[in-house]
């Protein structure tokens, strides 16, 4: 078995070791051991599949560290009780949910939020949440939907946050050059 390990300044937090390994045929892998991201990628890859591939899974990481100091059952209670709405049996982040920013299940009455807001402002989370808890309530988008929706004073903004986040999400990402390859957005 040959590894060859090399390490990489790429995390914000974290310092990055990449282990290439010619045991590893397909996989990527990455966990945090003693306060270092260890990856392990195919001893085959070339650099930019393991740029590519690394800068993904510190991103995933990341995300999920940040996502774990947020409580949003304690939130999700606040914000009903501010409301006045019901409280859901669970509210959980998800990274499943690409092109909604939050879904609510009324039958089991259990919210998922995009893990995609980790990093917006709290009054945009807050708003993404209420959404939902209004939804317990009202399961359509009906103008009663819209009338308990308001009791948000920054409803709107939030919307309007949200539109901008969406469609800087959606411009295309700039042009690779060989000396540069393109980030995600």
Known sequence: MTEHVSSRAMSTRYPVEVIRSDRRTKTVSARIVDGVIRVRIPGWMTADDEARYVDDIVRRIEQKRRSHAVDLESRARRLADEFTLPVPNSI?????????????SIGSRDIRISDRLVDVPPWVLDHVI????????????????????ARNPLSERAVGYLMALSDRAAEPAPAATPAQPAQAV
Do not use: T
Request: proline share 6%; net charge negative.
């Open 130 to 149: 209420v959404h939902e808890l209004v939804h317990l309530l009202v399961p359509d988008h009906s103008p009663e939907f819209d009338e308990i929706l």
């Open 92 to 104: 959980r982040w998800v990274s499943n949910q690409n092109q909604r920013w939050g879904s609510c």
